[in-house]
């Protein structure tokens, strides 16, 4: 008589499975912590991108409309800047009307909403996330003046804050900031 042998076939234990399973679960949870990681990350860097940008952005903007102050292709009589401690007023004959316009870009008034932490231009938000807002009027040897007539430079210092604070950032409670100055000399007005 033959006995039957029964073929052993191959497979995986039950120790083995469990075992190949939590291998899988570690490497599961290092991938997503490294993303979770990253993700907080690239958000803490694109806030601070925008905060640099909106510095920066508003900074190069009333450079360039400081640059045309006092511009009087066919003469005028205004100054070109006016002396305000709480405004930066910029003026500039752009059309070339012999004096100005209601144009916006004529008559330029730059102030700073402390509540609202924006920079405004004619009233119009130009920048948000602004802590400070700081501008002072120098003459031709490069020391403050008061008046009107004696301004030919402006110092300006814009300080911006990111919109949300880094957890992992303990200075300002969490918030980053960026500052940014700048000496501008208007070449239109008298030296």
Known sequence: ??????????????????????????????????????????????????MEQNARGALDLIARELKMAGYKPNGGSFSGITYDTTQLRIQADISGTD??????????????????????????????????????YLDSAGAA?????????????????TAKPDPNYSPNGGYREYSVTATITPPNLAL
């Open 99 to 136: 004096g100005l316009t209601t144009s916006a870009n004529e008559d330029i008034i730059y102030t700073y909403n402390s509540t609202n932490k924006q920079i405004l231009r004619n009233g119009q938000a130009l920048a948000d996330n602004i802590w400070a807002f700081n501008f002072s």
């Open 145 to 161: 003046t008061t008046t009107t007539a004696n301004i030919r430079q402006v110092a300006i210092s814009i300080t911006a804050r």
């Open 1 to 50: 008589m033959q006995v039957l042998k029964l073929k052993k076939t191959e497979g995986f234990t039950l120790i083995e499975l469990m075992v190949a399973i939590a291998i899988g679960m570690v490497v599961l949870a290092a991938v997503t912590t490294t993303f979770m990681s990253q993700t907080k990350f690239y958000s803490a860097q694109e806030q601070v991108n925008e």
